[in-house]
């Protein structure tokens, strides 16, 4: 190794045949090659230059053949990079691989120079079907190895930083098990310790040489040519077969030119292409290679997509960084705190030209103290964090997220081939002014408008596809069925599950019904396929209801078991509601809710006797799922079904009771039947009485506490009602020493869910003696709070706004405080 390598922009002593290059253009029959770093912008810069210099008859560039007859898009004026060739079969869509361009992208630069010179250009790496079915046996989120325009998308052979994959060194060079980061090696023969701020110091912040285009390529050559004789392939053993695709395609190109070939290709490849192997050698690495069929197209990228911490192999840390290197035409520093400025000023922060000044000259400082030619990411990072935001890592993770990483989408033109899917999908975004973005923000849609109406049926039916576009999250400020809330950011790997869902028909509204009516056949239990009827009526799929609902009746007869139907009733009183608002006929919907909810309460009192822990705490909840159910059930239609309320509150009368019925769900239906105003607090309190009595074991009387006063609610009761404090004060102190820690985890787990507040509020209860607990009943308790008893005039001060609230203007204060009661 030699000294030359720590400035990429000086004279080379390496052979590299880029000197046949002369003024009016490359003449020789030597191709030139122009090793680059994927995603460098230096290198982007560097083979603009070059090309400029060499004026070549023909252009190969690293990547899939197949992509040939979509190079002339990159031209049209709706093509915005980053954008990514996306390669996927045509039988199976799923196994796919992609290739990122960003603006600063050599190989994007190379297309785009090809485009405005009138020069042929082409692809020359192994095409993707054969690299889609090695991709099959390889690890990565992606099937296909992705060798140009940076890799395919986490491809196996995509982690050297110099390129998307590696390559092969001589026939007699040794081999190596060990996978070479070739940027790394390099690096520490400089003596840096980080790679990024080596590549940095010797390319990015130099010029492209002492008026030698050339130059920069002839000294990566060189360096590459001695790690390839040290550590062979690298470990990538795999790039042999590339490789000799790539020479084939050379010696295509110049023998049908004539000469003038120019290559723009990973550096790590240089020394592979510029050995001289037979064509019969070359092919006999071809023999029999694996094929499948597959379609190409462009796809919009991110370049949070294109930075390292997402899986992309030949990623890049910075990317909102390195394209402000490429794109500032002068004074990089000066023009990046201004945008980091502005961007902390739209965030409300106090930032002044001074502080602009100040980090600038910050940055610059740093960059002389630490020996670099210009001041890096690591000196404008610095800057920023000690001036503009005060030493706080805090603005600077937003800083890091918005500009250094970025959330750029790119952009492709109509015309760019699509699946019929695609396109629909395309149209429609466009009628309901959904634009897909790369930054995640929170969507809020009014049910009763027609747009957002439309925007909630799009999603849910592409979520019902498999293309999770967003995420439903609960809406701020309203609980009402008519708002929905999502969190959207389009991941380009979208793109794919659509081309997966294609199969199952040309439009958004065919393909989800289809895929609905398939799902429900496939599904394996009676939740699975209420679920898809709740996710039906939300999509608003009208023809495949009707099959989802014939499937779902039929395995609600055939299913005996009570937990089986306790699961799927919730998910159908949702939907019910659900079609309220949306104004969908849920008739038949209810008839089976109310069904399944009879059969629940015959089936409930003998399935809840002599359970374990386990599954008594799971019975527990489905019992609150079917509570809440009948509650909401209560109020839809379910003709011919009677008072289910009524019949609801008798079976928990008799789990009440039972003996065999385990203590945690014995509780639980006393505290259902008490908040529904179905039992007196007196009844309850003797009911509590009994079971905390000498006679019941500790556990089992533990277990009824936790029933009882578990989950919502639950603290303030025992809060506002001192007898029942008074008893669990008084059996909790009883317990024999030796069956103490038997109930502890018990009562832990019930009084650890309660907040704060109430936790505080009832040690201060027990810590008085009974009778001074400032119950509703104690008066001068001295806790703020606590009165002598209810200010009947105060109470009836906040009729008239709960009237406003609820819309009830012309409602009777008696409804209205009944009203404010339930809302309480």
């Known amino acids: ?32 090659l122009l090793g680059v770093r994927h995603h460098g912008p ?16 023909v252009l190969l560039i690293e990547g899939p053949p197949e992509a040939d007859a979509l190079i002339p898009l990159a031209g049209d004026e709706d093509m915005r990079p980053p954008v990514a060739l996306l390669a996927h079969a045509v039988d199976e869509p799923g196994r796919s691989a992609f290739w990122p361009l960003a603006e600063f992208s050599p190989e994007w630069v190379a297309i785009r120079w090809a485009l405005e010179q009138g020069v042929p250009a082409r692809f020359i790496d192994l095409p993707a079907t054969h690299t889609l079915v090695w991709g099959s046996e390889a690890e990565g989120e ?3 190895d992705g060798g140009g325009g940076g890799g395919g998308e986490a491809g196996p052979d995509a982690d050297a930083d110099a390129d998307a994959g590696t390559g092969t060194g001589t026939d007699a060079a040794p081999q190596s098990d060990v996978r070479v980061d070739p940027l790394g090696v390099l690096a520490d023969a400089a003596g840096y ?64 030119f004539g000469g003038g070939v120019a290559v723009v290709c990973g550096a790590w490849h240089v020394p592979a292409l510029r050995q001289k192997v037979t064509v019969a050698a070359d092919r006999a690495l071809l023999k029999g290679l694996p094929k499948v069929k597959v379609d190409m197209t462009w796809v919009p990228w991110t370049h949070r997509r294109l930075a390292r911490a997402s899986g992309y192999g030949a990623g890049i840390d910075s990317p909102g960084w390195y394209g402000h290197l490429f794109s500032a035409p002068d004074r990089p520093v000066e023009r990046w705190m201004t945008k980091v400025a502005g961007l902390l000023r739209a965030e409300d922060r106090t930032v002044s030209s001074a502080h602009v000044i100040e980090a600038v000259r910050l940055a610059e400082t740093l960059a002389a103290m630490r020996g670099r030619p210009l001041a890096g990411l690591g000196e404008t990072t610095d800057a920023v964090r000690a001036v503009m935001c005060e030493g706080s890592d805090v603005p600077l993770a937003l800083v890091h997220d918005r500009l250094i990483v970025g959330d750029v989408l790119g952009e492709v033109p109509d015309a760019a081939p699509a699946v019929p899917l695609q396109r629909d999908l395309a149209r429609l975004q466009r009628r309901l002014r959904l634009k897909p973005e790369a930054l995640e923000r929170e969507l809020g849609l009014d049910l009763r408008k027609e747009t957002d109406a439309g925007r909630s049926r799009l999603l849910h039916r592409l979520r019902l596809l498999g293309v999770v576009w967003g995420e439903q999250v609960v809406s701020r400020g309203s609980t009402g069925t008519f708002r929905e809330t999502w969190r959207l950011r389009w991941e380009p790997e979208l793109s794919v599950r659509v081309a997966e869902a294609g199969v199952w028909g040309t439009t958004v ?33 009208p023809d495949a209801l009707p099959a989802v609902m014939r499937i779902l009746a039929d395995r609600a007869a ?28 849920t008739g038949a919907l209810g008839e089976v ?26 019975m527990r909840r489905h019992v609150d799922a079917v509570h809440t159910a009948v509650g909401l059930l209560g109020e839809a239609p379910a003709a011919g079904h009677g008072d289910l309320r009524g019949r609801w509150h008798a079976v928990l009368r008799v789990l009440s009771a039972r003996d065999t019925v385990p203590g945690v769900i014995r509780g639980r239906a006393v505290r259902l039947l008490l908040d529904d105003g179905q039992l007196a607090q007196d009844e309850a309190a003797r009911l509590m009485g009994l079971v905390l009595s000498p006679g ?17 609610g639950g603290g303030m009761l025992l809060v506002h009602d001192e007898r029942l404090l008074g008893l669990v004060d008084g059996w909790l102190t009883g317990v024999p020493a030796e069956a103490f820690t038997d109930v502890l985890p018990l009562l832990r787990r019930t009084f650890s869910a309660y907040e704060p507040g109430v936790r505080r509020t009832l040690g201060e209860l027990v810590r008085r003696e009974p009778g001074q607990r400032g119950s509703a009943s104690a008066v001068g308790s001295g806790i703020p709070g606590f009165g002598a008893g209810l200010d009947v005039e105060r109470a009836d001060a906040v009729l008239p706004v709960v009237r406003l609230l609820l819309g009830l203007d012309g409602a009777g204060e008696e409804e209205c405080a009944e009203l404010a009661g339930v809302a309480g």
């Open 1 to 32: 190794m030699t000294t030359t390598w720590g400035g990429l922009g000086g004279e080379g002593d390496g052979v590299t045949g880029v000197e046949r290059a002369g003024s009016s253009g490359l003449t020789g029959t030597e191709p030139l």
């Open 42 to 57: 230096g290198s982007a810069r560097a083979v603009r230059a070059a090309l400029d210099a060499a004026r070549p008859r």
């Open 142 to 144: 992606s099937a296909g």
């Open 193 to 256: 310790d980080d790679a990024e701020r080596w590549w940095e110091d010797v390319v990015e912040h130099r010029g492209l040489g002492e008026g030698d285009a050339f130059a920069p390529f002839a000294v990566v050559e060189e360096a590459m040519g001695a790690l390839r004789e040290v550590y062979g392939s690298g470990g990538h053993d795999r790039d042999l077969v590339r490789e000799a695709y790539m020479r084939l395609q050379v010696r295509t190109a110049q023998r049908e």
């Open 509 to 541: 509204l065919a393909a989800a019904t289809a895929k609905a009516e398939a799902d429900a056949m496939a599904a394996q239990g009676l939740a699975d396929v209420t679920a898809l009827a709740e996710r039906c009526l939300l999509a608003e799929l």
């Open 558 to 585: 055939l299913d005996a078991d009570v937990g089986h139907l306790a699961q799927a009733l919730p998910a159908l009183v949702r939907s019910l509601r659900y079609g309220d608002v949306r104004g969908t006929d």
């Open 593 to 618: 809710a109310a069904g399944l909810a009879e059969r629940i309460f015959v089936g409930l009192p003998p399935a809840c006797a002599a359970l374990d822990t386990d599954a008594a705490e799971e």
């Open 696 to 712: 019941t074991p500790p556990g089992d009387a533990a277990a009824w506490i936790e029933g009882f006063v578990g989950g919502g």
